[in-house]
């Protein structure tokens, strides 16, 4: 039963560690491409908010790195019970990092892109062309903001959630761990 809790601590550390990385190569996409957006600006508001873009690549990749895993999994001469408390632990730091994503991951990125967007109407406006495609772009922006935070903060909770509650029926049984 050890073994499999081992397994199970290191696999889950190993999809952590993959979701990570995988953030961190989008922020930094994200930040080199808003950065030479704002190059190309029409006008101050939307670079300002091409650079907040860009800037909110870094922040999340920092936080990535920061915040986002757990303590490694205890030694392996140590009991079945550290290996369960420890995974728990990783269940709780997930969820809630889950749980603020909106704050931290989307809010930072759709603020610059609002500027970005406003910029790019007032320039449209200035040049006499009409500022209605760029709503169309803040209309599906917002949808797939909504959409990333259903997928972590409602979907990616509940999985988690339904582990952690899974590990805590596995610690009350006698026999131990289920695989």
């Known amino acids: 039963m050890l073994t499999i809790a081992i397994e199970r601590a290191n696999r889950f550390d190993h999809t952590i560690k993959a979701r990570n990385w995988r953030e961190c190569g989008g922020a930094a996409l994200v930040t080199a491409f808003f950065a030479f957006i704002a190059r190309r600006s029409p006008n101050a508001l939307a670079c300002a908010g091409n650079l907040v873009v860009a800037a909110s690549g870094l922040w999340i990749v ?3 790195l920061r915040y986002g895993r757990e303590a490694p999994a205890p030694a392996p001469d140590r009991s079945l019970a550290d290996f369960q408390q420890a995974l728990l632990r990783k269940y709780e730091h997930q969820i809630r990092l889950l749980k603020n994503v ?3 991951y989307l809010l930072p990125p759709y603020v610059g892109l609002l500027l970005a967007s406003a910029g790019k109407m007032m320039a449209d406006d200035a040049k006499g062309q009409p500022g209605w495609p760029e709503l169309v772009a803040v209309t599906i922006y917002t949808a797939v ?7 972590n903060e409602v979907y990616g909770v509940r999985k988690l959630r339904r582990e952690r509650a899974r590990l805590l029926e596995e610690m009350d049984r006698p026999e131990g761990l289920a695989y």
Do not use: A, I, P, V
Request: proline letters at 0%; aromatic letters at 54%; zero cysteines.
């Open 145 to 151: 903001f909504g959409g990333l935070w259903w997928l």
């Open 102 to 104: 909106k704050y931290w």
């Open 62 to 64: 920092f936080y990535m």
